[in-house]
């Protein structure tokens, strides 16, 4: 048998070893860096000395609360390769979110961003009882109240390492996903599921990344790892760019001209408003080949935009946290180019076709396989060497989502008779926000939490520019003189603002379905029309 070598270290060894010379730009707060592959090699093993004096062991988890910068991406590696499990944490998650999610995962180690990201440990510090080291991930450490030390202190200058031989199926990373239900659930990530996904990137069928490329990462690296793509980008020996915490699109748009960046990806909403961004200010994005999109739908009329106008294709991607994200493009195939614009922006619209390595299959309610024949729809299945068979600790949630192998997404989509895939509806109550989610759930348990709130009912409505908010329908105790503010104010002591419903209904009776429920699609066309009638909020 071949020497199985499907772990991080090939991907590390390769840049380091054939693209020494290739560049890593990075924008965190205290500085812009630029650096090469060969200096990244120095810092990734300094890093990997330095936690290992922490006593980060294999098997070890380490926490990651940080934006997209060199530091972060450094601990990418040195935390896999050293053995260790990188468990990247939403830096926007409600206090509650981010102490659960830390205790459940037992990280002995926080890398944290300066500024908010610290500002949240510090809020939950108490109530989290396995961290035995904090990270400053900067230069030095700001005022803080807890133990912490400085990233660039614990980078061993000049240091060696011997890297472990590791088993391809040694967890590597770690991701947190809000549910539908209950807590949010973590999953796993092994070597060669790193190894296949970034693979699967660079593939033609998927981003089809090279060495040519310049790749800038505009996905936060909170996010299932960036999608993948700093790990695609460096098995394939690419320029990286990192444009640092929450940047503007006035930035990234400048970075892409001053970087000559090619390839990108991010959810819809920033590719909208940098759309915006563009229409009144003149800044060059030539170099820009295409972006990868994805997360909720890409509308149309977008994608048109930037190909019309500014010759960037926009594909269109779908996945899954529990798929390690991309796992479809939607792209015309080669045929298809001799097609009408028209016919291929209908395919380009769609949720795409399946990368290479992946199994699918959709099945009805009677779990029964549908036709693929772009009308009738069910569940998307899937199944690979890049798919979760679990969640960890939730024997639950493993027993609702997985059958076997097989991931039920809980997407409905249907599949036409060239093999795309259209998402038509979500099977989950959970809201996406400009990427991020919120739990329609958590905030009617809040909301009924309120004395004077006898049902509460918090679902999705369509946004131009966040593609989903928050809106809530509530029935009131009679003599109540709640007001949307008051109910807002409430929501706020608990949760970030942007978790807050945009638009707050009062009703009699909330509607329900057959078994009791909330009828959250009753719900949704109840607000369509009362939008239509009447002024909703108080
Ligand atoms: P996450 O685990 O946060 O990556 O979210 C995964 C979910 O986002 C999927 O199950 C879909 O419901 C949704 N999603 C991802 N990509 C797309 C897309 N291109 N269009 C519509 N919904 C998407």
């Given at each position: 048998?071949?020497?199985?070598?499907m772990?991080?270290?090939?991907?590390?060894?390769?840049?380091?070893?054939?693209?020494?010379?290739?560049?890593?730009?990075?924008?965190?707060?205290?500085?812009?860096?630029?650096?090469?592959?060969?200096?990244?090699?120095?810092?990734?093993?300094?890093?990997?000395?330095?936690?290992?004096?922490?006593?980060?062991?294999?098997?070890?988890?380490?926490?990651?609360?940080?934006?997209?910068?060199?530091?972060?991406?450094?601990?990418?590696?040195?935390?896999?390769?050293?053995?260790?499990?990188?468990?990247?944490?939403?830096?926007?998650?409600?206090?509650?979110?981010?102490?659960?999610?830390?205790?459940?995962?037992?990280?002995?180690?926080?890398?944290?961003?300066?500024?908010?990201?610290?500002?949240?440990?510090?809020?939950?510090?108490?109530?989290?009882?396995?961290?035995?080291?904090?990270?400053?991930?900067?230069?030095?450490?700001?005022?803080?109240?807890?133990?912490?030390?400085?990233?660039?202190?614990?980078?061993?200058?000049?240091?060696?390492?011997?890297?472990?031989?590791?088993?391809p199926d040694?967890?590597?990373?770690?991701?947190?996903t809000?549910?539908?239900?209950?807590?949010?659930k973590?999953v796993e990530y092994t070597?060669s599921m790193l190894y296949a996904h970034?693979m699967m990137?660079?593939?033609?069928a998927s981003?089809?990344?090279?060495?040519?490329?310049?790749?800038?990462?505009?996905?936060?690296?909170?996010?299932v790892?960036?999608?993948g793509?700093?790990?695609?980008?460096?098995?394939?020996?690419?320029?990286?760019?990192?444009?640092?915490?929450?940047?503007?699109?006035?930035?990234?748009?400048?970075?892409?001209?001053?970087?000559?960046?090619?390839?990108?990806?991010?959810?819809?909403?920033?590719?909208?408003?940098?759309?915006?961004?563009?229409?009144?200010?003149?800044?060059?994005?030539?170099?820009?080949?295409?972006?990868?999109?994805?997360?909720?739908?890409?509308?149309?009329?977008?994608?048109?935009?930037?190909?019309?106008?500014?010759?960037?294709?926009?594909?269109?991607?779908w996945g899954m946290t529990e798929t390690m994200s991309i796992s479809s493009?939607?792209?015309?195939?080669?045929?298809?180019?001799?097609?009408?614009?028209?016919?291929?922006?209908?395919?380009?619209?769609?949720q795409g076709i399946l990368a290479p390595s992946l199994d699918m299959k959709v099945v009805?309610?009677?779990g029964e396989e549908i036709?693929w024949?772009?009308?009738?729809?069910g569940e998307l299945w899937i199944r690979g060497p890049t798919v979760v068979d679990e969640y960890y600790?939730?024997?639950?949630a493993t027993a609702d989502s997985f059958e076997g192998d097989w991931l039920k997404t809980g997407d409905?989509v249907?599949v036409?008779?060239?093999g795309?895939i259209?998402?038509?509806?979500?099977d989950?109550?959970?809201?996406?926000?400009?990427?991020?989610?919120?739990?329609?759930?958590?905030?009617?348990?809040?909301?009924?939490?309120?004395?004077?709130?006898?049902?509460?009912?918090?679902?999705?409505?369509?946004?131009?520019?966040?593609?989903?908010?928050?809106?809530?329908?509530?029935?009131?105790?009679?003599?109540?003189?709640?007001?949307?503010?008051?109910?807002?104010?409430?929501?706020?002591?608990?949760?970030?603002?942007?978790?807050?419903?945009?638009?707050?209904?009062?009703?009699?009776?909330?509607?329900?379905?057959?078994?009791?429920?909330?009828?959250?699609?009753?719900?949704?066309?109840?607000?369509?029309?009362?939008?239509?009638?009447?002024?909703?909020?108080?």
């Amino acid at each position: 048998m071949p020497s199985s070598n499907m772990t991080l270290l090939s991907y590390f060894t390769r840049a380091t070893q054939l693209f020494p010379e290739k560049e890593v730009v990075s924008c965190p707060p205290d500085g812009d860096q630029r650096y090469t592959y060969a200096a990244f090699a120095d810092r990734v093993t300094g890093l990997a000395v330095g936690l290992a004096e922490l006593g980060v062991a294999e098997g070890a988890r380490v926490g990651t609360i940080g934006y997209n910068h060199h530091r972060h991406y450094e601990a990418y590696f040195a935390v896999p390769l050293s053995g260790g499990q990188l468990h990247t944490i939403n830096a926007v998650l409600p206090d509650s979110h981010v102490s659960y999610i830390v205790n459940d995962a037992a990280d002995s180690v926080l890398l944290v961003d300066p500024g908010d990201p610290l500002e949240t440990v510090e809020r939950v510090w108490d109530d989290i009882d396995c961290v035995e080291h904090v990270v400053v991930m900067s230069d030095s450490v700001p005022d803080t109240t807890l133990p912490a030390v400085a990233y660039d202190d614990i980078v061993v200058e000049d240091a060696t390492v011997e890297w472990p031989e590791l088993a391809p199926d040694q967890p590597a990373g770690m991701c947190y996903t809000s549910g539908t239900t209950g807590k949010p659930k973590g999953v796993e990530y092994t070597q060669s599921m790193l190894y296949a996904h970034g693979m699967m990137l660079m593939s033609p069928a998927s981003m089809c990344i090279d060495e040519s490329d310049v790749v800038l990462h505009t996905v936060p690296m909170y996010h299932v790892n960036a999608w993948g793509l700093p790990y695609a980008a460096t098995v394939a020996g690419a320029k990286q760019v990192f444009p640092g915490p929450a940047p503007t699109v006035e930035e990234l748009a400048h970075l892409i001209e001053a970087e000559g960046v090619t390839l990108t990806g991010g959810v819809p909403t920033v590719w909208i408003s940098m759309l915006e961004y563009l229409e009144d200010h003149d800044v060059d994005i030539s170099s820009l080949d295409r972006i990868v999109a994805g997360g909720s739908a890409v509308p149309e009329g977008v994608m048109r935009t930037y190909e019309e106008k500014y010759g960037v294709t926009i594909d269109q991607a779908w996945g899954m946290t529990e798929t390690m994200s991309i796992s479809s493009v939607s792209r015309p195939k080669s045929y298809m180019r001799e097609w009408t614009q028209e016919r291929q922006f209908e395919k380009r619209a769609k949720q795409g076709i399946l990368a290479p390595s992946l199994d699918m299959k959709v099945v009805n309610t009677k779990g029964e396989e549908i036709s693929w024949d772009g009308e009738t729809f069910g569940e998307l299945w899937i199944r690979g060497p890049t798919v979760v068979d679990e969640y960890y600790n939730r024997p639950d949630a493993t027993a609702d989502s997985f059958e076997g192998d097989w991931l039920k997404t809980g997407d409905i989509v249907t599949v036409d008779g060239h093999g795309y895939i259209e998402l038509v509806d979500r099977d989950k109550d959970i809201i996406k926000s400009g990427g991020e989610y919120i739990s329609s759930i958590e905030l009617e348990n809040q909301l009924m939490g309120h004395d004077e709130i006898t049902e509460a009912a918090v679902f999705a409505i369509p946004h131009e520019k966040w593609q989903e908010r928050p809106a809530a329908t509530l029935k009131l105790r009679p003599e109540s003189t709640l007001t949307a503010d008051d109910v807002r104010e409430f929501l706020s002591e608990s949760y970030p603002r942007w978790w807050l419903p945009d638009t707050i209904l009062f009703v009699d009776e909330v509607p329900k379905t057959a078994t009791g429920k909330f009828d959250k699609k009753r719900l949704r066309e109840q607000f369509e029309q009362t939008t239509l009638e009447q002024t909703p909020d108080r």
